[in-house]
Structure formats: structure tokens, C-alpha cells
């Protein structure tokens, strides 16, 4: 039996549509806080501006801390990189239901690349400028030096980890002081993960993981220029270098 021309141009896009849906439906079960950015009504969320987007029932005043505390946190990690160019889309919650229905699994943050936009996921407990100058700083970072060195492992994760937590300032990983011995919480031997698939499967079961790798980081500054020598090494993977500190 043959088909005419258009009966398999009809099928073919047909069969197009059914991909298309097929992905975007498994990109929305994979990353509901994706598909919340696309249809915020769809998860109980509204869009305060192009880049917020909060559950229907945050109240005005965490509203507004929340977009004060933004732009702190986007000050601290210009004034660290010398810019912060790459604006995340916000997606807070500020009830555990509302985090668990846009992907929200234990997680204070988690950032989300995307071809068109990077996607910014916060809980109830992530809802502070040291979180997210934490994450902002993965966004400038990441920006710089490139998807591939990032998930390959050219600039391992450990060390933007503890570049996050140097920046962010984070009491629970860090003491105050000037030098590496006066700031460290805790630095314990062997190696830290590489790539972020490394990572992923570990620092969820130890959080102190993050004073680990901020104590290496602040330990490899004092030999290497400190935030001088930070910025190089960006520089140079940026340029297809592999760093190994």
C-alpha cells in the first residue's frame, strides 16, 4: 500500500509533536522547578517580576526581604569576581509543600542551567543572603569558565564548593580569621569529589563536607596569590586549561 506525500508529511509531524511532548513532559517530571518557570499557576506559584517567582502564599514582607536579601547577596559576589553578569530566575518557597512540589528533596538551594535561562531553586531554609551568595557564586563561576569544564571536571567542584563558602561567608563551614589555620572547621584527608555527579552522591550524607573544601581552598589561596590566583585559574579554564589545585 502507498502513502501519498502528504499523508507522511502528516504522520511525520505528527510523530514530531509526540517527541516534543514526550520530552517536555519528562523535562517537567525531571525539573518541576523548570516547568514552574514556564507555568507558575500549574505548581501554586505567581511571577512578581521576570526574574521571581514565588508561591502564591509568601507573605509581602518575605516577598520583599527576599528580593533584599537577592540584591545583597548579588553585591557580595560582584564585589569577590569583579562581576556578576548572569541573573538567575528565583523560584522560592516558603512552605516545605511548596518546595516538595517544585523538586525539593532536603536541598537549602539547588542552581539549574538551562540553554535559555539559569534557574535558581529555593527552600524555606534557603531563604537568606549567605545561601544565596552561595549560589550566586556557582551562577559567576560557572558562567566563566563553561558547562563542559564544569561537568567534566577541568575546574573540580570541590574547589567552586569552597569558593561558594569563602564568598557567601558561611559561619557553619568557616571561623573568623585572616588565615587558613584560624578559619578552618574542619579539613580531613583524602581526595573530594571532582565533578558534580562526584558530588551529588556525597555531600548529601555530610554536610561538613563544605568545611572540607572551603579549608583546602583557603590552604591552596595562601600559596597561590589568594583571590588573585582564584580568579587566574577561572581565567585559564575559561580558556581550555585543566586545573588540578
Not at 1 to 11: F, P
Not at 239 to 244: D, H, I, L, N, S
Request: overall charge negative; glycine content about 10%; hydrophobic content about 40%.
Amino acid at each position: 500500500m502507498r502513502m501519498s506525500v502528504g499523508r507522511l508529511t502528516k504522520l511525520a509531524g505528527l510523530g514530531a509533536l509526540f517527541v516534543i511532548a514526550s520530552a517536555s513532559l519528562l523535562f517537567a517530571y525531571s525539573y518541576p522547578v523548570a516547568a514552574a518557570v514556564v507555568c507558575p499557576s500549574c505548581y501554586g506559584m505567581e511571577r512578581v517580576h521576570s526574574h521571581l517567582i514565588v508561591d502564591k502564599g509568601m507573605p509581602d514582607a518575605m516577598r520583599r526581604q527576599l528580593q533584599t536579601d537577592a540584591e545583597q547577596a548579588a553585591s557580595v559576589v560582584s564585589s569577590y569576581y569583579g562581576t556578576f553578569e548572569r541573573q538567575p530566575i528565583l523560584v522560592g518557597c516558603s512552605t516545605e509543600e511548596c518546595d516538595w512540589n517544585i523538586g525539593g528533596r532536603g536541598a537549602y538551594a539547588i542552581t539549574i542551567s538551562t540553554p535559555v535561562a539559569t534557574i535558581l531553586r529555593l527552600s524555606p531554609r534557603g531563604l537568606s543572603p549567605t545561601i544565596l551568595a552561595h549560589e550566586f557564586s556557582h551562577v559567576e563561576l560557572q558562567r566563566r569558565i563553561g558547562t563542559r569544564a564544569q561537568l567534566t571536571g577541568a575546574f573540580p567542584t570541590w574547589f567552586d564548593e569552597g569558593i561558594a563558602v569563602l564568598v557567601s561567608d558561611d559561619d557553619r563551614y568557616l571561623k573568623p580569621g585572616r588565615t587558613a589555620s584560624e578559619r578552618c572547621i574542619r579539613n580531613t584527608e583524602g581526595p573530594l569529589p571532582i565533578t558534580p555527579f562526584e558530588w551529588s552522591a556525597i555531600a548529601g550524607g555530610d554536610h561538613m563536607i563544605y568545611a572540607d573544601t572551603v579549608c583546602r581552598v583557603l590552604h591552596w589561596m595562601d600559596g597561590n596569590g589568594g583571590r588573585d590566583g582564584v580568579l587566574q585559574a577561572i581565567a585559564a579554564v575559561a580558556e581550555g586549561a585543566v586545573f588540578q589545585p
